[in-house]
């Protein structure tokens, strides 16, 4: 990608920095950010163009802090709304949304903050935006700028076409003073030509930033047994199955196969549930939530799952089928790694996709035209799947991008796959194609190569054929690879019933014209290939700081629970792993760590403290004290101080201690006693094993946290629906007889 028309960097201003030091805790802006900040500040529009994960929000949220006003952010996903201002609100923030989920009270009480001054920020959905009375409104209010998120949504070429967002002309006719910030993460051409039509942003500083997503470590390979390749890839290298196992996304094609791959990991010990269009509206909604306000969840899920997915942490994408294109992988793996920490987008494809997908395509009833565009579109992706040499620069380049050199961190950057000359071979298989008539599929050519006479060879009379047994110096999983080979790379196509047939590619491959390089590692039997696959470190932290990490990850998730918020609001996984290397033994030396401003370290500095410290003396950690913290809570509330207070200097929120009431905990190895023996009674009552009813893992959670109702044992690793709802009730009963209640 280009590089931004805007003037050589400018040194950040100084206001700005201090800004987001003090409420975000961050040292500095990445990339194109301060330039962005700075082009806002001063009252300048402008398009942004940056890949998820790239830091979109700073851009607006800044300026609106420096500004005179609110700044008004639009915004098209409603459940995505009230995480961004809890988020914001978690800083110190005034923020607060408009959206068709308030009540005509909620309504009125935002707007007349907005009217009073009182807020820094306000999300507003495109419809709500666009009622006269929000307009009038806002023409009455000191307004610091307008954000356009997700702008690409102006755009009808897109498939994320929102007809209110075509409507946001109303903003530079009506407001044409105030700053409009246009950002999003689609970078084609025709889309960023119709963000400045609508917006008006002709003559506006374009920010274009690279599209790559360093982080992301991309590896595809050869399907063979998809469920086994996908359970071994999660165990290993993100501990399914494990406390402190990752969240992840799992992609397949059809609500059929989503099913069945969520019911398998389930029935493997493994934390997941199944998303796809055919469920109600409310267990979509479950899941959705499941998945931002647990740790360890692994959501199985057709397309229709990702959009507007902002989870920080989400540490694998897969995919069991082949997406539809590289724009669409492209964004469904993107949803790995937000917080910049190392994530994995691991793919498995064979033959039999490539067929299906072929064969849907000429089936279609598109038009010639579009049907044409398809098919290139899933040419490139299956050539990015075939490639041989680095895929990241493959994947950048389809973009538009050019990396320097190979990227070293895909699979084929960390295994160089031996490439060799198949034209020999791939001749074999063409003639092997054409001579029985254009019209077989894999596996019946795959016999007559290897010469087998088998009833459909003798029948159709193949094994006369000069082709018949040429190919029996290799086996037959070399032989289905040239064909996959032969058919993703389009000298081969798919009709009807899988059958085979030659395109025009094909001729000159047939005379010598051209070479036909395979790779090598594709061929190769599995348990080598295997052996040298790609073994990252499944954790983004060391060993040594694991421990560490997990106990501020447990205290997160009871701090989170107490608020009704996910996790990663608190302290993203980036921040917690700087704090379990660093391990703070001050308020002072916490305050350094990059995401910890000000206001959230009045509000846990202490408690990060002592956890660390905890840590640091062998004390193990303690389970959250929900009903303590609740009744903590309401009594903060009745003296008033559990109110946000305003951005700088505010008085810190009191911390609830245990003066006001927390119930005591028992004996680690007590409660675990207990829990054993509900375990096996738990395990004689339904015949299975015990460690099927809760893995040890679990059991030592349980017996570190010792819940006292279900909510408290929702989420835990180890514990799905299914489990706590058939053992939950006797678990948490057996913590209450210890606990003495
Ligand atoms: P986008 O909206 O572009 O997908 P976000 O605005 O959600 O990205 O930012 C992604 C992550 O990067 C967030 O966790 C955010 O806090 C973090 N981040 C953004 N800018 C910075 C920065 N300058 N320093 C440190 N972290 C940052
Ligand atoms: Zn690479």
Not at 279 to 295: D, G, I, K, M, W
Request: net charge neutral; glycine share 10%; aromatic share 6%.
């Amino acid at each position: 990608m280009t590089a931004a028309p805007f003037p050589a960097q400018t040194a950040p201003d100084p206001r700005a920095l201090e800004v987001l030091s003090r409420v975000w805790g961050y040292g500095a802006f990445r990339g194109v950010q301060a330039q962005i900040v700075q082009t806002v500040t001063d009252g300048g529009h402008a398009l942004v163009l940056m890949p998820t994960g790239g830091g979109k929000s700073l851009c607006y949220q800044v300026p609106s802090l420096l500004r005179e006003g609110t700044g008004v952010v639009v915004s098209p996903l409603i459940a995505l709304m009230k995480d961004q201002v809890d988020t914001l609100r978690q800083l110190g923030v005034r923020a607060a949304f408009l959206n068709s989920t308030l009540s005509l009270e909620g309504v009125r009480e935002v707007e007349q903050a907005l009217l009073a001054g009182e807020l820094d920020l306000l999300y507003v959905a495109p419809e709500r935006l666009l009622l006269p009375r929000t307009l009038d409104l806002l023409e009455r209010a000191p307004v610091a700028l307008f954000a356009i998120d997700e702008a690409h949504c102006v755009s009808q070429w897109g498939h994320d076409f929102r007809p209110e967002y075509g409507q946001l002309h109303v903003l530079p006719q009506r407001f044409p003073q105030i700053p409009r910030l246009a950002l999003t993460a689609t970078a084609d051409e025709r889309t960023r030509a119709d963000m400045l039509r609508v917006l008006d942003l002709h003559g506006a500083p374009q920010f274009v930033s690279s599209f790559d997503r360093p982080n992301i470590q991309y590896r595809v390979a050869n399907k063979e047994g998809p469920k086994t390749q996908l359970l071994d890839f999660i165990r290993a290298e993100h501990g399914a199955g494990q406390p402190g196992g990752d969240a992840g996304i799992v992609y397949c094609l059809s609500r059929k196969s989503v099913e069945e791959t969520a019911r398998w990991l389930q029935s493997q010990g493994i934390d997941a549930v199944a998303y796809h269009a055919g469920l109600s509206p409310r267990e979509r909604t479950l899941a959705q939530e499941r998945f931002l306000n647990e740790e360890g969840l692994i959501v199985v899920a057709t397309v229709a799952f990702g959009m507007g997915i902002d989870k920080p942490n989400v540490r694998f994408v897969a995919h069991l089928d082949l997406p539809k294109s590289m724009e669409g992988y492209y964004q469904e793996t993107g949803r790995a790694g937000r917080d910049g920490l190392p994530s994995t987008a691991w793919m498995v494809y064979g033959l039999a996709d490539v067929v299906n997908v072929r064969r849907m395509l000429s089936q279609s009833d598109a038009p010639e035209e579009v049907k044409r565009v398809e098919a290139g579109k899933l040419d490139a992706l299956l050539t990015y799947c075939e490639a041989a040499t680095c895929r990241r620069q493959v994947l950048l380049a389809y973009f538009g991008e050019e990396l320097p050199g190979p990227c070293g961190n895909c699979d084929l950057c960390l295994n160089p796959p031996r490439v060799h000359d198949a034209t020999r071979e791939a001749q074999m298989a063409l003639s092997a194609v054409i001579r029985t008539g254009n019209r077989f599929g894999a596996a019946h050519l795959t016999d007559v190569l290897l010469g087998r006479e088998t009833e459909k060879v003798l029948a159709m009379n193949h094994h006369t054929l000069p082709t018949f047994g040429v190919g029996r110096d290799h086996d037959e999983r070399f032989w289905r690879g040239i064909l996959r080979q032969l058919t993703s790379l389009g000298y081969l196509n798919a009709g009807e019933h899988h059958g085979l047939s030659a395109t025009g590619r094909a001729r000159p491959l047939l005379k010598g014209e051209v070479v036909f390089q395979v790779r090598e590692d594709s061929l190769l039997p599995r348990e080598r290939v295997r052996r040298r696959e790609a073994r990252p470190p499944r954790s983004p932290i060391g060993p040594t700081d694991q421990p560490l990490f997990e106990a501020l990850r447990q205290w997160r998730l009871g701090k989170a629970r107490e608020q009704g918020v996910p996790p990663y609001v608190i302290f993203n996984d980036a921040t917690l792993k700087v704090i379990a290397e660093l391990r703070p033994s001050s308020l002072t030396t916490l305050g350094t760590v990059s995401g910890v401003g000000q206001r959230k370290l009045a509000d846990y500095g202490d408690e990060v403290v002592q956890v660390v410290r905890d840590h640091l003396n062998g004390v193990p950690p303690t389970a959250p004290q929900e009903r303590g913290a609740a009744a903590n809570r309401a009594v903060l509330d009745l003296l008033g101080a559990g109110k946000a207070a305003p951005v700088a200097g505010g008085p810190s929120r009191p911390h609830p201690g245990p003066l006001l009431g927390d119930a005591p905990a028992a004996p680690t190895e007590t409660v675990a006693e207990a829990l054993r023996e509900v375990r096996r009674t738990l395990a004689a009552e339904s015949g299975v094993s015990a460690f099927l009813v809760f893995p040890n893992a679990t059991l030592d959670l349980l017996a570190q946290r010792q819940p006292r109702s279900l909510d408290e044992l929702t989420g835990l690793p180890g514990l799905g629906p299914k489990r706590t709802a058939a053992y939950g009730e006797r678990i948490v009963q057996a913590v209450r007889e210890v606990l003495g209640q």
